[in-house]
């Protein structure tokens, strides 16, 4: 899902391209993409882009008379620039927003259709689509410290909760928590001062570093590639690769479709949280350091060597 620093480029180049472009018209190629009926969605063609806002992750295009469009991306909807009129792609596509100048196509990829457009009258009602997480780069450590600790949840639970904090989600929250060397999930209502301080200044801090680095690869072109998978991340989606701060393979948590990656060196003190497919694969026998780990791996090669000999 596209987290602040992706919705952030988004904005930045929406507003360079389309603010004060009139929005001729709107392609749909999927029904369900719209989920409002009223007003009617022909009554925004025509309108004027005055403005681009981001309320969490979602995107917002402002129109006079308080109209507003409402886009939110959930997990694999993405922005592309296109050429005037483009064609809109069948097994993709959402819709097409067309500008004199280019078009902006909203893609959709998987067969969960879960991305949203919303056309809504009034601040009153844009309001209710905020749900009401704390600006990271607009809070003090005070409003921080009770923003995290108003609830008692796991670290990795409260960044990614977007009634919590506004715009983080399952990849900066690994790398947020990597930053502040802090377990995933460490309890809010067990932490230490010093720890809460080192979460507030790593999660300004891995959120202005990967938006600054986005705004540099963008340039004035348009953010296409947008992914949850960077090769220069610390630790997410980097399971069983090297700790860039100190070389111990980075380890995973697994929960239905979400993956939570750690360093146990780094931020657990050496502790194996179970993953939870292999967990229930070796139950009793899932390592809880590394260093079982390392032995369970060293039993493993001795095992293979083992059978090839024998196959001999």
Not at 273 to 280: G, H, I, K, L
Request: charged share 30%.
């Amino acid at each position: 899902m596209p987290e602040y620093p992706d919705i952030t480029i988004y904005i930045e180049r929406l507003e360079a391209l389309v603010v004060g472009q009139p929005l001729e018209q709107i392609r749909f190629a999927s029904p369900f993409f719209l989920r409002t009926a009223q007003p009617p969605i022909k009554t925004i063609h025509g309108a004027t882009v005055r403005g681009i806002e981001r309320m969490g992750k979602r995107i917002i295009f402002v129109f006079s008379g308080e109209r507003f469009l409402v886009i939110h991306l959930m997990v694999a909807g993405r922005l592309h620039w296109r050429k005037k009129a483009c064609k809109l792609p069948g097994k993709v596509g959402l819709a097409v927003f067309d500008f004199p100048n280019n078009s902006l196509l909203i893609s959709e990829a998987g067969t969960k259709k879960r991305a949203s457009l919303h056309l809504i009258n009034g601040r009153d009602e844009l309001a209710g689509f905020d749900p009401g997480g704390l600006e990271v780069f607009e809070a003090s450590l005070e409003e921080f410290r009770s923003a995290l600790l108003a609830e008692n949840h796991t670290l990795k639970r409260s960044l990614t909760d977007p009634h919590i904090f506004s715009g983080i989600g399952n990849t900066f929250s690994d790398e947020i928590l990597h930053r502040a060397r802090l377990s995933p999930i460490l309890l809010t209502e067990k932490l230490a001062e010093d720890q809460i301080k080192r979460l507030y200044h790593a999660t300004r801090a891995t959120l202005e570093e990967w938006t600054q680095r986005l705004r540099d690869e963008v340039g004035n072109g348009f953010p296409d590639k947008v992914t949850a998978f960077r090769e220069n991340m610390a630790v997410h989606g980097r399971f069983n690769k090297p700790c860039p701060e100190c070389g111990t393979a980075v380890q995973r948590i697994r929960y239905a479709s979400s993956e939570t990656n750690y360093c146990p060196l780094c931020q657990t003190g050496g502790k194996l949280f179970a993953d939870r497919a292999m967990s229930r694969l070796l139950k009793k026998d899932w390592p809880r350091t590394l260093e079982e780990l390392e032995v369970r791996k060293l039993k493993l090669i001795r095992n293979l060597a083992d059978e090839r000999l024998n196959n001999k």
